[in-house]
């Protein structure tokens, strides 16, 4: 059988057993001098690793679901050439699970005086910063029986951003919102809304919408017609206690409201409103304020990059003074937080006049799809007790949602999927009723 690569060298210089065989400083000792000499000229051969010179360069950020391509520059400084397998640590979540070893582990040649580039493509499968750990690089010599093997620092971060995967419904939230500006033919009519024009009465129009001075001065009944009124201020809050750390599907309900949240903040950016983030459970977690309608989705989409739930209570009071503090003026306050009863009952309910009384409040809570599916389920005994448990709990939202309506609160409480466009046409039913 012919024999290849170092098996065949070490058989020819010392025949030595063919097979696995790893070298040693014993296992040198022990064979004759020509493989030693071998040896030694492969080790004295291989390029050093310590002078190597390591950067990076690439991308900063990425979105949840999208890939990332870290690029590593290695410069060999030295008169041999490099000859290396190098791998590039990074956390275990920047890549899918099972992809790791094929993502970090390069192979690279570097003649004398130059360098070369390595890319590294990252997967992340959780938002935050991920930072890249040691680079290891082993150097081999011209015959492979030996290596050379350091560690390198090369420092570099990859943000990793929300999906914001709710953004396929903006266009159609959008062509709403053009409605209710005026720029179609649909135009509306409340208190609270900006004068657009005059036109003749028709049958089934309000009656207080007619303009008396108007109708005097021509043939036919004026009424009045109005836009949505613009530069609102509206505050996002994201609870993130614990109860934001429970897992509906395959993510956890904070997850979800910064999904719908991020909808939000888009549509009424493009409504012409202010809108800010806090996000908070018993300190500030994130806040961003101030920002312009063109810098306000990214400064949102950054700030909940790093945000992760608490196992904490949420401290109701706290939150409740945070927020009076973060809107002065009238605002819509929208919070995303739980419809279960003990925390609404014993933490937001007993402060919620101190919001309702000069702000309108609109809570948004994420259901578990889960639940309206036990609800349904019949057929055997235990099926039908999950039934009766799923049912109550669903009796015990309903209500405590019925208690926040009796505050003057807007309650939207729907799954993870429907959330977002049901809390912008929440958004949306407040704005055609001039209530922002």
């Known amino acids: ?15 030595l057993p063919v097979g696995i065989w790893e070298p040693s400083w014993t296992g040198i000792l022990a064979v004759n001098a020509p493989l030693a000499v071998a040896c030694a000229c492969d080790f004295a051969l291989a390029a050093p690793v310590r002078r190597l010179g390591l950067t990076r360069s690439g ?25 290396a397998r190098l791998r590039d640590a990074w956390p275990p979540s920047s890549w899918q699970p099972g992809t790791e070893t094929a993502g970090s582990r390069h192979r690279l040649t570097v003649p004398p005086g130059e360098r070369r ?7 992340p499968t959780r938002r935050g910063d991920r930072q890249a750990d040691r680079v290891t690089i082993r150097s081999y010599g011209p015959l492979g029986l030996f290596s050379r093997q350091g560690t390198h620092r090369a420092p570099w971060t990859v943000r990793v951003l929300p999906p914001f995967t709710s953004r396929k419904h903006l266009p159609s939230k959008l062509a709403r919102l053009r409605e209710l500006d005026g720029r179609t033919s649909v135009l509306t009519r409340g208190e609270g809304t900006e004068f ?5 009465y028709v049958p089934g129009d309000d009656t207080r919408s007619i303009d008396w001075r108007a109708t005097a001065r021509q043939t036919t009944v004026a009424v009045r017609t109005w836009r949505p009124e613009r530069d609102r201020h509206i505050l996002l809050v994201l609870d993130t206690g614990r109860t934001s750390a429970g897992r ?6 904070l997850d979800a409201s910064m999904d719908a949240a991020l909808l939000l903040a888009a549509l009424a950016s493009r409504a012409g409103d202010r809108v800010d983030l806090l996000a908070y459970d018993r300190k500030v977690r994130a806040l961003v304020q101030g920002r312009t309608a063109s810098d306000v ?13 608490e196992l904490v209570e949420t401290n109701a009071r706290g939150l409740t003074a945070t927020a009076l503090r973060a809107s002065p003026r009238r605002s819509l306050i929208v919070l995303l937080t739980t419809l279960d009863a003990a925390p609404i009952e014993e933490g937001l309910l007993p402060v919620l006049s101190q919001l309702t009384q000069r702000h309108t409040v609109l809570l948004a809570s994420v259901a578990d799809p889960h639940i309206g599916e036990m609800a349904k389920a019949r057929g055997n005994v235990d099926a039908v007790y999950e039934a009766a448990a799923a049912a109550q709990a669903q009796s015990e939202r309903h209500r405590t949602a019925e208690q926040l309506r009796r505050h003057g609160v807007t309650v939207v409480d729907a799954t993870p999927d429907d959330l977002a466009p049901a809390l912008a046409d929440a958004y949306l039913a407040l704005k055609a009723a001039g209530r922002l």
């Open 1 to 15: 059988m012919a024999l290849t690569g170092r098996a065949a060298l070490l058989a020819a210089l010392g025949s």
């Open 59 to 83: 991308d900063t950020s990425v979105r949840l679901g999208d890939t990332a391509d870290v690029t590593l520059t290695i410069t060999n400084p030295s008169r041999r050439p490099l000859r």
């Open 117 to 123: 580039r390595v890319t590294t493509r990252l997967r």
């Open 196 to 200: 657009d024009s005059l036109r003749e």
């Open 248 to 253: 509906v599907g395959d993510e956890p309900r």
């Open 297 to 309: 989705l990214p400064a949102l989409v950054n700030a909940m990059a790093t945000l992760e739930p």
